[in-house]
């Protein structure tokens, strides 16, 4: 079976542009995570999806950040004017239920850079 | 809040064992346990719920202290293959998001 598919798997661009992160969660998964990992703060959740609904955005750290999930089978995190400090690398996860006594199914990642 | 892992980091022998601990503040329901290679993602080991349990896989097992509110990680024999960074993940409820600590660097030597 297909694990947890991001793309890209890089992405280098300069301050002030529009940078938007996919993901497509493992089928039949009703949660879907966004983490942000860096060598500082480690690995924090940004956000996670119930059913396709935001459930929690409290880790967003600006309005700069926004994610929906259209459908099942997709997601997308955007930034909006990016900026240095967003340089980091963004997982994708999902789960069959909720992530707490569940495992969570983690993508291969971006690696962002904002220059 | 953030667990807290002890060691930051630990260097092995192939064939010596390790310990690593994941430390919370707060009441917990569930702790997971996650290894990170490299340039890879997280990868699931094992997740422990509330009641004290322990578990394990091969050389690999991991005990639960609700009292405490801590968990431990044990590598026994340890092979080159165990080489990477141990994430802890904790959660104070069945509905409640994971928070990671902010994991431990395991390296195997021959």
């Known amino acids: 079976d297909a694990g947890v598919i991001q793309s890209p798997r890089h992405e280098v661009t300069e301050m002030g542009q529009e940078v938007t992160l996919r993901c497509k969660p493992i089928s039949g998964h009703d949660y879907l995570f966004w983490y942000r990992q860096t060598m500082m703060r480690g690995l924090e959740l940004l956000i996670y999806?119930?059913?396709?609904?935001?459930?929690?955005d409290s880790g967003m750290p600006e309005d700069r950040f926004s994610a929906k999930m259209p459908n099942a089978s997709f997601s997308t995190l955007k930034i909006q004017p990016s900026e240095p400090r967003d340089s980091a690398v963004y997982f994708c996860a999902s789960s069959t239920r909720t992530g707490s006594n569940q495992p969570q199914h983690f993508g291969d990642g971006t690696r962002l850079s904002i220059l | 809040q953030q667990p807290v892992q002890s060691p930051q980091a630990v260097i092995l022998r192939e064939g010596e064992d390790a310990v690593i601990n994941c430390s919370s503040s707060k009441a917990l329901y569930s702790v997971h346990w996650y290894r990170q290679k490299h340039g890879e993602a997280p990868v699931f080991l094992m997740i422990?719920?509330?009641?004290?349990e322990q578990k394990g896989h091969d050389k690999i097992s991991a005990s639960f202290n609700e009292k405490k509110q801590q968990s431990s990680l044990y590598l026994t024999a340890s092979q080159l293959s165990y080489s990477g960074t141990y994430f802890c993940g904790t959660a104070s409820g069945s509905n409640y998001k994971l928070t990671f600590g902010k994991g431990t660097l395991l390296t195997v030597n021959p």
């Open positions: 999806f119930n059913n396709n609904v935001p459930i929690d």
């Open positions: 422990l719920l509330k009641g004290g």
